[in-house]
């Protein structure tokens, strides 16, 4: 099997055209951005193939299994806003801020 090493994303639609997307059975994600895991839907949903899109806010898991024209897209729902927050894993692992010292204490 070949290993393609190039990222999927608007530049490398010449490798990662419709052709490459319509040839999969189903697509997995595990992105570390919102705007990454909403071009993979669309390229997705477009080409008609299954997508299991996962990751994380804060704390919170997330895992959607996503069958164009069937269930919901991605691209159809919003993330939470959660820009005030400091993320969970943050306070209680590496409080280095001292917001973070501050917010820690206030939840002991």
Known sequence: EMCIRDRVQPA???TFNDKYFESLSIVTNALDNVQARKYIDSRCVTNKTPLI???TLG???HVQVIVP???ESYGSQSDPNDENEIPHCTLKMFPEETLHCVEWARDK
Do not use: N
């Open 12 to 14: 490398t639609e010449h």
């Open 53 to 55: 899109e996962s990751g």
């Open 59 to 61: 704390p919170k898991g």
């Open 69 to 71: 024209f069937k269930t």
